[in-house]
């Protein structure tokens, strides 16, 4: 199994660019979730999905968008990039609430 | 997030010595997740804890749920330099509207010296 794989790993926006980080998971997990981990703040929280057709906010859901058109993918959108969402964006799913989550690998997104 | 807190923030110890993380939380949690993040990494799972009082154990780490389910420690005996890393608390806090997102904690860096 490849778990919750996250592409690409690296990425530099220019401020007002967009793009699309990818996240897939071949668990059949209903639950899947996207965190920004920032120094000094530790992950916070940006969508959340309980399943296919379903997405909720997090934390800091500002600037972000996301879908769940099927139970395998969870894309997040950056819709202008701006230097604040420098980051490294993480991927997480979980087969229901009891369980824990597995990451992804991450991807360290730089935008100038 | 603010409604996790973890300490110490950072913590260096010798190879061989037993060490404690703790969580708290202001709210009652309905579960409570310990990950470890290797720098520059993902996070590996370690254990939930879900009933107050409860305690768990893999290899040399110990998890403990007050009873208050309001705290949580994690405790690593003879502590190894691959116990190195980032732990970072994890939990369910319930809400009016969901009950379906995790929220962490800042994390503590554990050093170890050989």
């Known amino acids: 199994n490849a778990g919750v794989t996250q592409t690409p790993k690296f990425q530099v926006l220019k401020t007002g660019q967009s793009m699309t980080l990818q996240c897939a998971q071949d668990m059949n997990h209903e639950y899947m979730s996207w965190y920004r981990q920032d120094p000094g703040m530790g992950l916070r929280l940006i969508h959340y999905s309980v399943g296919a057709g379903i997405t909720d906010q997090g934390e800091v859901p500002n600037g972000y968008n996301v879908s769940r058109s099927t139970t395998e993918d969870f894309p997040l959108r950056l819709l202008s990039a701006a230097p604040s969402q420098t980051s490294v964006y993480f991927c997480?799913?979980?087969?229901?609430?009891?369980?824990?989550?597995?990451f992804g690998s991450g991807t360290r997104l730089t935008v100038v | 997030s603010q409604e996790l807190e973890q300490s110490p923030q950072s913590l260096i110890v010798q190879e061989g010595k037993n060490l404690t993380i703790n969580c708290t939380s202001s709210?009652?949690?309905?579960?409570l997740y310990w990950y470890k993040q290797k720098y520059g990494e993902g996070l590996i799972f370690l254990m939930m804890l879900q009933k107050g009082g409860e305690e768990k154990s893999h290899e040399k780490i110990t998890a403990k749920l007050d009873e208050k389910k309001q705290q949580s420690s994690l405790h690593i005996t003879a502590s190894q330099p691959s116990h190195a890393g980032i732990y970072l608390c994890?939990?369910?806090?319930?809400?009016?509207?969901?009950?379906?997102?995790?929220?962490f904690g800042p994390g503590t860096s554990l050093s170890v010296i050989p």
């Open positions: 994890g939990a369910d806090i319930p809400e009016k509207t969901s009950y379906d997102k995790v929220i």
């Open positions: 709210k009652t949690l309905y579960g």
């Open positions: 997480a799913s979980s087969r229901d609430r009891d369980g824990g989550y597995t």
